[in-house]
Nanobody, 127 residues
Framework: QVQLVESGGGSVQAGGSLRLSCLASGFIYSSYSMAWFRQAPGKEREGVACMSPGGGVTPYRDSVKGRFTISRDNALNTLYLQMNSLKPDDTAMYYC????????????????????WGKGTLVTISS
């Protein structure tokens, strides 16, 4: 049974940092591209960052470039998202996903390449 379990969300003030984790099981983690998505209240889900199995492809949405860093540990079946310089606009439910490849271009379309999803962890940034 495939499971993706996110953790690390919380409430912080603008300018702060959080590190999200996603523990994967039930599939060959090292063969899948892994990604973070988010969905703010009243908005559509959007891609945040993605990483190919070997880490060579790492697209980010423009609004998080230079602030967020995606990483993965294939030995621990774990995906991370280090989020620095957080802004109120980063407030959302953050989801981990596994898929066949990392799409490039419009982050709103990245979910088309994802096969498995976690249930999310909530990130709230106050001004």
């Amino acid at each position: 049974q495939v499971q993706l379990v996110e953790s690390g969300g919380g409430s912080v003030q603008a300018g702060g940092s959080l590190r999200l984790s996603c523990l994967a099981s039930g599939f060959i983690y090292s063969s899948y591209s892994m990604a973070w998505f988010r969905q703010a209240p009243g908005k559509e889900r959007e891609g945040v960052a993605c990483m190919s199995p070997g880490g060579g492809v790492t697209p980010y949405r423009d609004s998080v470039k230079g602030r967020f860093t995606i990483s993965r540990d294939n030995a621990l079946n774990t995906l991370y998202l280090q989020m620095n310089s957080l802004k109120p606009d980063d407030t959302a439910m953050y989801y981990c996903a596994a898929g066949t490849y990392c799409m490039m271009g419009n982050p709103s379309l990245w979910d088309r390449a994802m096969n498995y999803w976690g249930k999310g962890t909530l990130v709230t940034i106050s001004s």
